[in-house]
């Protein structure tokens, strides 16, 4: 056998050529592996706190700033953050592998140890830290620098704030870095959360005030943020007047790339087949898959549509069909409005709902549709539960996959007295069982690590 006498060659006289080194050669190295320091093998850098002493100038500032916005996107579309699993835990997506933590998250029978909602929240709580530490930074090393450039941070912490409120149930923790260690919070109720959110959208606020494209891009998002939050405080009222200047073509984007960052829609949908669009779940969720809503346009995957879009499996990752494919994003570049300027007018909509104002909140939901090629105009939906759900299935429709509907369904249960069977999906799980009776997620196994009295711990698990 040619080949392998070519081989046996090779190797001899590799070994022949080992056995050459000299033995000052290797005298040498073991010199250099005794002057080696082993106390140097156990010294390891934690990635994730940033030394103060790396970052104590203007440059090392705007470095910290451009980390936390950086960890933001992973945290949103760049990432299978609490905008992916929100929309499954609710009617958004079907789950569509075998993972089981996945599965937990579909059929609202969530664990604490499930591994995705940990990642997902060690993600969240990263872009958070870094956005708070970049403030101190900038206000210390980089005093002159833009205003919006620090309201940017407020941002970030105003809307992970929000984002955790919205999904995780009363007993969130948000634990704070100091000099380069932990400082560890201690449990709040989600109330309380909605408050320390509102807080820091409005310290990002105050510090806006030109009118360029930046100071008026972060002012927006900021404006809508704080909007979102007065929603889940009860105030309508005043989250109409928070979001009134916002223009409805106004987007925040998170952007993505194929060199870097992927959008996470496109990888675990259409790519993956891990995520499928959901269609009437449990009997009680929205149509997205069959509406033929341009708000969210689908294909049925390996149809002509979908390959176009390049997407040719016929079947979920866990070969089960149907396999219904997103083309809101359609590339793994394709950029996502994490805060968007329609939902300022959904905002309005819903608060003049909130005083029997069906006509105002009518007129303002045709003229967000207005906006959208193929929408025809709404008519009156007759009764005030009607209109009621007019408003949330808008509100679905426009901003589905951007982590709003679990908050909303929540607010259904706790501000319009639905019952939670009439708002989650329920009955028989597409995978064999029953939905289980979650309308909040757990707190991942990890905050137990808070030595913090109650840490880790759901104080309820009401919506």
Not at 39 to 48: G, S, Y
Request: overall charge neutral.
């Amino acid at each position: 056998m040619p080949s392998y006498n070519r081989s046996r060659a090779l190797w001899t006289r590799m070994y022949r050529a080992a056995q050459r080194v000299s033995a000052p050669t290797i005298a040498g190295a073991a010199l250099v592996l005794v002057a080696c320091n082993p106390t140097e093998l156990l010294q390891v850098t934690d990635p994730d706190i940033i030394n103060v002493s790396d970052v104590s100038s203007a440059a090392g500032a705007n470095a910290a700033r451009i980390g936390a916005l950086a960890r933001l996107n992973v945290a949103t579309s760049g990432g299978e953050s609490l905008l992916q699993l929100g929309g499954l835990f609710t009617d958004e997506w079907n789950n569509g592998d075998s993972f089981i933590a996945r599965q937990e998250i579909d059929q609202r029978i969530i664990t604490p140890q499930n591994t995705f909602l940990d990642a997902a929240n060690r993600s969240l709580h990263r872009a958070r830290l870094s956005a708070q530490q970049a403030v101190l930074l900038m206000r210390q090393y980089s005093p002159t620098s833009p205003g919006w450039q620090v309201a940017e941070m407020y941002l970030v912490q105003a809307y992970t704030e929000n984002l955790a409120a919205e999904h995780y149930c009363s007993g969130l923790v948000f634990s704070t870095v100091t000099a380069g260690a932990e400082v560890y919070g201690a449990p709040m109720s989600t109330t309380d959360a909605y408050n320390r959110a509102l807080a820091h959208a409005d310290s990002g606020l105050v510090l806006i005030t030109g009118t360029t494209v930046d100071d008026v891009k972060i002012r927006s998002a900021l404006q809508v943020t704080k909007g979102r939050i007065l929603l889940n405080l009860n105030s309508p009222a005043a989250a109409a007047t928070a979001v009134a200047t916002v223009l409805t073509s106004f987007q925040y984007l998170e952007y993505h790339a194929i060199t870097t960052t992927s959008n996470t829609y496109w990888n675990l949908a259409n790519l993956a087949g891990r995520y499928s669009v959901s269609n009437n779940e449990g009997g009680v969720g929205f149509n997205y898959a069959t509406a033929n809503d341009p708000r969210v346009p689908v294909c049925l995957g390996n149809d002509a549509v979908c390959k176009l879009i390049g997407v040719t499996k016929t079947v979920r990752d866990d070969l089960t069909s149907p396999f219904y494919v997103q083309r809101i994003w359609p590339a793994r570049e394709s950029s996502v409005p994490i805060i968007a300027g329609i939902e300022a007018r959904l905002i309005e909509a819903e608060a003049q709902l909130k005083v029997a104002n069906s006509a105002g909140a009518l007129a303002t939901l045709n003229a967000a549709r207005a906006t959208v090629t193929g929408l025809t105009p709404l008519t009156d939906a007759g009764t005030d539960a009607a209109r009621v759900d007019q408003l949330f299935r808008e509100r679905a429709f426009t901003l589905y996959g951007r982590g709003t509907r679990t908050g909303d369904m929540r607010r259904l249960i706790r501000q319009y007295g639905r019952t939670a069977a009439t708002v989650f999906p329920t009955g028989a799980w597409h995978k064999g069982g029953n939905y289980g009776t979650d309308v909040t997620m757990p707190l991942p196994l990890s905050e137990l690590n808070n030595p913090n009295a109650g840490a880790g711990v759901c104080t309820d698990r009401n919506p």
